[in-house]
Every structure is written in structure tokens, then in C-alpha cells.
């Protein structure tokens, strides 16, 4: 039987390499691509060939470059910050090997391309290592506020990064200093300066919520009283913006990925720049938790690589990277989130973006 061509199309066709485009195509044959280019040279090349409009995007796999698996049994949350927080430490015993299969299975089921996850609980990291064919990066997750247990928690991590980092397959290990305002500038200092010199890369969540950044900069508002209550030792802020203060302590480099950066102002991302810093931002999680907007004219305007990641289920109401890119699209310039959804996903994970030529299995296309 003879396989009839036709073109798919949509408002942005992006092939994982060059600038995506506006009137694109890709002309299919069976169930594989025969050709790409422009919507009109594809119409010229074969005029008989139906056209069929495959909604915003067609594109190679998308990326959830930040995710929480173990917390997919979490319940949906909307509210302040803090009280986010404060979900997540009264749902604790929903975490575990289980919760994270289970968000696993659902970004295996939306055809994730890869995924950063940020990992608690050991058991969780042997899980992936051992079982995980999607390619990611699991970051370990370090808190320890008191400076005082800074060199023990650090000296109890160590060899375990060591070993899991012989078993690394199709999912790399990395760290994840959680915040600015629950790792000791000791501890941030050590971790980062190990990262460094072993390769580990690393994701920490910065600059999320206005509460953060009231609090390192004027030691007032929500985190006060919730330390007070968690009985966190009390230390003194450095009255500076999150991101100068890793700046200071040596923390941000090339293999920093700085979660949220939402709020920043120019001197933070231009910080960021010069540090070669990539960014996740989880629109989605950040409306909800009433973190506000990611500046991503300012990230553009100083050539900070920006991708997406979805947070856990716990702020975000699944594990979709397309919805956190269809959230902004009217907002934005969509072939920004196109690129922010696949090939920025990749580079933040230092893997290679799949690209969409002659030959291509219609499998490795999502249409959004």
C-alpha cells in the first residue's frame, strides 16, 4: 500500500536546533518525517499533500527540568508560601519509593524527553539509579540551617554522592542545596566547593518567594515566626538579595541551576550572567504559592538560559512541562517557551537536544 503525504503543522514548529518557527511543517510519510522546513516550501514541494494543524507545537520531547517526584501523592495546594511549607512537613509520610514510581510513570506517560528531580530520602536515589530508564539527573537534597552541624551533615553526605555516582547510568547525580535560608553558610560553602571539584551539578531553589528575600535582606516576615515555631536556630541575615549572597559565598558557577529566580532584579540576574548560572522557572507552582512573575525580559535581555520545570504535585497540578509553556503562551513570545520546554530543559541537564530531521519516527514528535 502506498503511504499518501501530508503536512503537519502548527503555530510553532521547532526541529530542537536553530530558531523555531512561526509558519513551519513537517511533511510525514507513514509514521515517519520526510521532510521539514517552511510551511510554503512544503505546500510548493507537494500541493496535493493535506495539511492538518496539530494545535501550538510540534516538537522533540519536552523536559521537566525540576520536579519533586516523591511528592506526587502530596495534595494540591494553593496559599501562601509559608503554608506550603507547612503542607509539605504535615504530608511527609506520603513520600517515599512509591510516590516517586508513581510521578515517574506519569512523566513516562507524557513522553518527558528528561527530568531533574530533587531527592530526599536515600532510598529514593537507589530506586533511580537502579531502575530509571529516562535520562535526568537526580539531585540529592542537603538541609541543615544550624552552622554548628554544618561539617557532620556534610561528612555523612560525602560518601554516599561518592557511591551513587559510580552507579550513574541514565540518570546522573547531583546535588541540591534546598534554599538560601535552610543550609548554613558553612554547609552551602562545602557542598558547593565539593560539587565543584567532583562534577556534581547542582540545583537550589532561590529567589521564590517575596518572604525569602524579606528575610535575608531585613530579617522580617513569615520566616521568622515559622523558624521560631520549627525551633531553627536563629542566625543573622546578610541583608542582601539571595542571589548576591550565594554570589558572596562562592556558591553560583556554570553548574548552578538556580530554581524559581523569580525575585530578582537586574543586578541579580546580571550576577547570574556573568556567572554562566542557568535558570528553572515553574509558573504554574510560583502563581499558585503567590511567588510572583519570573522577569523573563530581563533573563533574555542578559542572555540567561531559562527553561521549565513543573515543581512537585504538590504546587502544580501535574507533572506536564507543555501546561507550565501553555500557561504563559499569549503572555510570551512562544517560540521562547518552545525552546524553554526542550532545548534550554536539556542543556540545564547537560544532554544533547534530540532533533527532528528526515527519518525522524513520528514517537519522537509531541504535538502540544
Known sequence: ????????????????????????????????????????????????????????????????????????????????????????????????????????????????GAFGDIVARDEVMDWLLGACELPG????????????????????????????????????????????HTVSPPLLQKVAEFARLEGFPVQIHVAESPDEREYLERAQGSFVEFNQQMKIPVWKPPGVSPVQYLADLGVLGSGVTVVHGVQVDENDIRIMAQSGCRVVSCPRSNEGLACGELPWALYLKHGVEVALGTDSRGSSPDLDVKNEALHLWGRLDPRLLVRAATRSGYRVLGLETPRITRGTHLSQVQSW
Open 1 to 112: 500500500m502506498k503511504l499518501e503525504p501530508e503536512i503537519w503543522t502548527a503555530e510553532v514548529v521547532y526541529l530542537g536546533f536553530g530558531t523555531p518557527m512561526l509558519r513551519g511543517g513537517l511533511l510525514v510519510v507513514g509514521e515517519h518525517v520526510a521532510m521539514t522546513g517552511g510551511l510554503e516550501e512544503l505546500r510548493h514541494a507537494y500541493p496535493s499533500a493535506p495539511i492538518r494543524a496539530k494545535g501550538k507545537a510540534l516538537t522533540p520531547p519536552v523536559v521537566n527540568a525540576h520536579t519533586h517526584l516523591d511528592l506526587w501523592r502530596l495534595p494540591y495546594f494553593r496559599g501562601r508560601y509559608i503554608d506550603f511549607i507547612r503542607h509539605v512537613i504535615a504530608h511527609g509520610s506520603a513520600r517515599g519509593v512509591e510516590a516517586a514510581r508513581q510521578g515517574l510513570e506519569e512523566l513516562q506517560r507524557l513522553g518527558v
Open 137 to 180: 539527573i537526580a539531585y540529592r537534597e542537603v538541609i541543615g540551617p544550624d552552622p554548628s552541624k554544618a561539617g557532620d551533615i556534610f561528612e555523612g553526605l560525602k560518601p554516599r554522592l561518592l557511591a551513587w555516582k559510580k552507579r550513574e547510568g541514565r540518570v546522573r547525580v547531583g546535588i541540591s542545596p534546598h534554599a538560601p
